[in-house]
């Protein structure tokens, strides 16, 4: 049976009424249009879906709006959380003059890179296994007015909450600051609800392994298994849904927001990777702690590209907020063997099939097809090149001098500078035409609004340094 064969049989025999055609925008966002079951029929998914291009931010000008919308039927789900039946299908974004994929379609520009990979010679699969942080909160506020400014959040984990007078009591089970990894309950308020976002994603098709507390209060993780570049993106698009609703339903609020708590930890997503050709790992080798020489050179790769990555796998303002000393953000580009101070981490492995490491500077707070493909890109440029990364760094790196510091890069600073870095290293990126001058040229103006917007509004801490100088 085909795909579209089970698809409509899975309309019939779920008894859909709505089917919800997902794609992501240029920034990382879900978007969906949803279909009365009537509409839909196996001739869908041949020719589409149109929707109005022009509505998606950085997309087509309103004189050349009308788009495609293509499901792929290999992702069809049911969404857990609609009253009335809803099938899920991912959608790729089809220039409706040529039939080609919008050039700056994510989804599309993720395939492309799974594509070079394979003309390259160098694999024919690379494995991406995102691990993406996330803080519950109970209530968020904020404003940005010209007359003032604020932002406010809550959590009965919070260690200020100490004092609160709280409806049946204050019980006082919480984690101290820094404290959230790994006290049992009490003290850890949300195994329930972080259970209950692992198994809607067990429905939704993820295959799950774990859900944990995270460092600082309020803060969790729960653990999905590793999958092919585009199957994971797609995933990490669920994981977020589910993650979002489940907390909503609970009455409780969530957040990929990288650095929503002041002087405590922000949210990463470690993203371990691996290629492979046929039934054998590249990346296994006589190496560095089994490590081939591909993959030495694929994680030069990521050194040399990480600044241009950045864009990408640190898109908000508020990410650099995280990635600084003191609070377990790895911000010195080196790599390293179990040794979670490293940009890039080596984890320890009982088998040589499992051989992989770690990008450890990312969040989630971005767009997972272009930051999984332009580490892809990175390291196929590594491989290419032979860009080895010199000696591993296997020490504390938080605790290095100022003199040890001396000539180790770092990642970026700012997204400013990151978006810098991408217009200037962005070769690398253009290779098959994975990326293109346009979609890097609109990625950057559109990241650059944000940065505008940012730098512009008077801070509440600028008034508290400066306001009687």
């Known amino acids: 049976m085909s795909d579209i064969s089970k698809v409509m049989k899975m309309i019939k025999d779920k008894e859909v009424k709505f089917v919800d055609l997902r794609f992501t925008d240029t920034k990382g966002k879900w978007q969906h249009t949803a279909q009365t079951v009537e509409t839909i029929d196996e001739d869908t998914f041949k020719d589409g879906i149109m929707f109005d291009g022009s509505s998606i931010a950085g997309w087509k000008s309103i004189d050349k709006a009308d788009m495609?919308?293509?499901?792929?039927?290999?992702?069809?789900?049911?969404?857990?959380?609609?009253?009335?039946?809803?099938?899920?299908?991912?959608?790729?974004?089809?220039?409706?003059?040529?039939?080609?994929p919008y050039e700056l379609d994510p989804r599309s520009t993720g395939k492309k890179a799974e594509e070079y990979l394979k003309e390259s010679g160098i694999g024919d699969t690379a494995f991406f296994g995102p691990e993406a942080e996330f803080f519950i909160f109970d209530d968020v506020k904020w404003a940005t007015n010209q007359e003032y400014t604020f932002y406010s959040i809550d959590s009965e984990e919070g260690a200020y909450n100490t004092g609160t007078d709280m409806e049946g009591g204050n019980m006082g089970h919480r984690p101290k600051d820094k404290g959230g990894y790994f006290p049992v309950p009490p003290v850890d308020s949300a195994t329930d609800i972080r259970a209950e976002m692992v198994s809607t994603m067990s429905e939704m098709g993820l295959e799950m392994e774990k859900h944990h507390h995270e460092v600082a209060p309020s803060q969790h993780e729960l653990g999905m298994k590793f999958g092919p570049l585009i199957k994971s993106a797609d995933d990490l698009q669920k994981y977020k849904y589910c993650?979002?609703?489940?907390?909503?339903?609970?009455?409780?609020?969530?957040?990929?927001?990288?650095?929503?708590?002041y002087n405590d930890n922000g949210s990463g997503m470690h993203v371990h990777q691996s290629v492979w050709k046929g039934n054998k790992s590249v990346f296994a080798g006589n190496g560095y702690n089994g490590l081939s020489d591909e993959c030495l050179y694929y994680i030069g790769g990521i050194i040399k590209h990480a600044k241009a990555i950045n864009a990408f796998s640190n898109?908000?303002?508020?990410?650099?907020?995280?990635?600084i000393p003191?609070?377990?953000?790895?911000?010195?580009?080196?790599?390293?063997?179990?040794?979670?101070?490293?940009?890039?981490?080596?984890?320890?492995v009982s088998s040589p099939k499992a051989a992989r490491f770690e990008v450890r500077f990312g969040d989630a707070s971005g767009n997972p097809y272009f930051t999984f493909a332009s580490m892809l890109m990175a390291g196929i440029d590594g491989i290419k090149n032979k860009i080895h990364p010199g000696d591993a760094m296997d020490k504390d790196l938080y605790a290095l001098s100022e003199e040890e510091l001396k000539g180790v890069p770092t990642v970026c600073g700012s997204l400013r500078e990151a978006l810098d870095a991408l217009d200037k290293d962005r070769d690398f990126l253009k290779a098959g035409n994975v990326f293109t001058d346009n979609l890097i040229d609109s990625y950057i103006a559109l990241k650059m609004d944000e940065v505008l917007q940012f730098e512009h509004t008077p801070h509440p801490v600028e008034f508290k340094m400066y306001y009687s100088v």
Request: with cysteine; glycine share 4%; aromatic share 10%.
């Open 315 to 323: 898109a908000t303002t508020n990410s650099y907020k995280r990635l």
């Open 326 to 348: 003191g609070f377990e953000a790895p911000v010195l580009l080196a790599y390293s063997f179990r040794n979670r101070s490293a940009a890039c981490r080596v984890p320890y």
């Open 68 to 100: 495609i919308l293509k499901p792929d039927p290999s992702t069809a789900v049911m969404d857990p959380f609609t009253a009335q039946p809803q099938l899920v299908l991912f959608c790729d974004v089809i220039e409706p003059d040529d039939g080609k």
């Open 243 to 261: 993650v979002h609703m489940v907390a909503q339903a609970y009455g409780k609020t969530a957040t990929f927001m990288p650095k929503p708590v």
